[in-house]
């Protein structure tokens, strides 16, 4: 089955603690993205990377770190968690670019700072 | 600034009705829309995705359309259930590199 997989689904860490929320896709896609969901925000994107070494900024991307040393992973690193960073976390692949095909997004992480 | 507005916020109407669901967008230079389902404490499931060249899709019960020239698309879903009910989600690519959402649409559908 095509899917998208995040782990954990469910997070709750204190502030300065560092942790990682996987995600890995089964479908050879090349685009990977992670955004955040904020109630009146909407979804708003962090990092994306078109290929294996290629990452870049979205549009909130501080506070957070990502690699895609493989293709079908793109982990998203948070190396000193703040209550700000508390959200929901979808992690998302297309096969090329950004929507040029139909987007897949795993299930979301929500993440508590504390 | 390239924005995604979705109106109504909610939207609650009695099974069987027709649903008819708006996005609006400030660029009409696009790649393409597509529109997501959202279910509570779930992830996106994609709907339908309209390349730019395109005025509309068909999925089922689920009818897309796009007009570029007037920044608009529109989401029909023809004789709603009570398993329609969900948030409803545009987004569109104005570049190659990510999805701009819209804040979406609630929408219930009473028995």
């Known amino acids: 089955e095509a899917q998208v997989t995040q782990n954990p689904r469910y997070l709750i860490t204190v502030t300065g603690k560092k942790l990682t929320v996987t995600c890995s896709q089964n479908?050879?896609?090349?685009?990977m993205s992670w955004y955040r969901q904020d109630p009146g925000l909407g979804l708003r994107q962090i990092y994306y990377?078109?290929?294996?070494?290629?990452?870049d900024k979205g549009d909130v991307p501080e506070g957070y770190k990502v690699s895609r040393k493989e293709k079908r992973n793109f982990p998203l690193i948070l190396e000193s968690p703040s209550p700000n960073q508390t959200s929901l976390y979808f992690c998302?692949?297309?096969?090329?670019?950004?929507?040029?095909?139909?987007?897949?997004f795993g299930q979301g992480t929500r993440l508590t700072v504390v | 600034k390239q924005e995604v507005t979705q109106i109504p916020a909610a939207l609650s109407v009695p099974e069987g009705e027709n649903l008819v669901l708006n996005c609006s967008f400030t660029?009409?230079?696009?790649?393409?829309l597509q529109w997501f389902r959202q279910d509570p404490g779930k992830g996106l499931t994609s709907l339908l995705l309209?390349?730019?060249?395109?005025r509309e899709q068909t999925s089922g019960r689920l009818n897309a359309s796009l007009d570029k020239s007037s920044g608009r698309s529109t989401l029909y879903i023809a004789a709603s259930q009570p398993g329609d009910s969900a948030t409803y989600l545009c987004?569109?690519?104005?570049?190659?590199?990510?999805?701009?959402f819209g804040a979406g649409t609630t929408v219930t559908v009473r028995a």
């Open positions: 998302a692949s297309s096969l090329y670019k950004a929507g040029n095909t139909e987007a897949f």
């Open positions: 479908m050879n896609h090349e685009y």
């Open positions: 990377s078109m290929n294996v070494e290629v990452t």
């Open positions: 660029d009409s230079a696009i790649y393409n």
């Open positions: 309209i390349q730019s060249s395109q």
């Open positions: 987004a569109v690519t104005f570049d190659d590199y990510k999805l701009s």
